[in-house]
């Protein structure tokens, strides 16, 4: 399926004033988990240089939320004073873990300290203990345990995002369908397409130097596609809801008609999707946000994306949401019942151009810190061990 960028509102975040960033506060992790471009070591930030790597945010960068990842940062010994800290800076901590230390004493403590949500990664691909070998539809039981506790807790925004792989991909359609089942407790539904470094076609190289890939975690002989386009993803979940559709994007840094991300936002009920918000009220809700609070909106909590019927009244700019009104209404009895919005994104990762190039995405709402500058968290690795970026050229243009 082919699909035009410009039908869709390029989202305005770039490498200084974004919806979200990245901190890192541990290398460490308690699961491993296929297609992971971190090394896994037991190694802790002190809360000195968080705070350090926090300021270097809010010089450089204007954002709404952080999202406290790694490794797993629940791992991290002091990750109550980690939230507490992103809170006192006036941004979101949102939490990028597998939730696999989650517990209900922990969550409490977290949510005192400030915390604004979560995003678990579950996949298929994980040796998570008395899940491994489950398939995605089973982990639903899982995704399903996490969010109620999320839900006990109160307010607490709730995503999810999982690895998909060549013989994932026909899970998809499913997934989206239980988000829609748990509509109200579950705000984000995320797919990040498998990337791995493909040896076959191009050689890496610092300056004159020729690099092995084979140093680097995330380096694979793949034995499945690494080339899976969001366009892909987007016409498998079109098959399950004819009407879905998308409302914004953002673009490659080499390719500006790619979609590196692109998001929906869908309004309904358990039993029920009325109809997908348009481009032009995503751009009015990033653009009012930005006038009133200097900032892209990056999350929202359960009590306002339960408002969902507040949302059609932008109908009058978006004709996405005016089909959605008027489907709502369509059953006077409606009125009566709570709409929620939820989140749908699908992310394509670093891509190999033909000539070498590797297209990222533009103004990386996943952009971290190493030694006080911006750098692409996915290619931390990189940095850790060169202190740059690596570049790629064919291997037909190496033998030219």
Not at 31 to 51: F, P, T, W
Not at 125 to 149: C, F, H, V
Not at 154 to 162: L, M, T
Request: glycine share 6%; proline share 4%.
């Amino acid at each position: 399926m082919k699909l035009n960028h410009l039908d869709y509102y390029r989202l305005p975040w770039n490498l200084t004033d974004n919806s979200i960033s990245w901190l890192e506060p541990t290398s460490k992790c308690n699961l491993y988990c296929d297609g992971c471009y971190r090394k896994n070591e037991n190694a802790h930030k002190s809360l000195q240089v968080i705070e350090e790597e926090l300021n270097v945010f809010t010089r450089l960068r204007k954002c709404d939320g952080v999202s406290i990842a790694g490794g797993d940062p629940l791992t991290h010994p002091e990750v109550v004073e980690i939230v507490r800290m992103v809170k006192a800076k006036g941004l979101k901590p949102i939490l990028n873990t597998n939730g696999l230390a989650l517990t209900k004493e922990l969550l409490l403590e977290l949510k005192k300290a400030g915390v604004y949500g979560f995003t678990f990664h579950v996949d298929s691909k994980q040796s998570r203990p008395g899940w491994k070998d489950k398939t995605e539809i089973e982990l639903n039981e899982l995704r399903y345990q996490l969010a109620s506790m999320l839900a006990e807790a109160g307010n607490i925004s709730c995503a999810f995002n999982s690895t998909v792989y060549e013989d994932t991909m026909q899970f998809v359609p499913e997934l989206v369908k239980w988000g829609q089942k748990h509509i109200d407790i579950v705000q984000v539904m995320v797919f990040i397409l498998y990337r791995a470094v493909n040896n076959t076609k191009v050689d890496f190289y610092l300056g004159p130097k020729k690099i092995d890939m084979g140093e680097f975690v995330y380096n694979e002989e793949p034995v499945e596609r690494t080339d899976i386009k969001a366009e892909e993803i987007y016409e498998l979940i079109k098959n399950e809801y004819p009407d879905f559709d998308s409302c914004a994007y953002l673009n490659g840094s080499e390719k500006p008609d790619s979609f590196k991300w692109l998001l929906s936002g869908r309004l309904g009920t358990k039993n029920k999707i009325y109809g997908y918000m348009g481009k032009k009220s995503m751009e009015i809700i990033q653009t009012f946000h930005h006038l009133l609070f200097d900032r892209y909106l990056a999350y929202s909590t359960p009590k306002m994306t339960r408002k969902g019927k507040s949302m059609l009244l932008l109908g009058f700019f978006d004709k996405g949401l005016r089909k959605t009104f008027f489907n709502f209404i369509k059953n006077p009895l409606n009125l009566f019942k709570r709409l929620h919005y939820q989140s749908v994104m699908i992310i394509q990762p670093v891509d190999f151009l033909e000539d070498g190039r590797q297209s990222m995405c533009d103004g990386c709402p996943d952009i971290t810190v190493w030694n006080g500058q911006l750098v692409w968290s996915c290619r931390m690795e990189e940095q850790l061990k060169y202190g740059h970026n690596i570049r790629s050229f064919p291997k037909d243009l190496i033998k030219s």
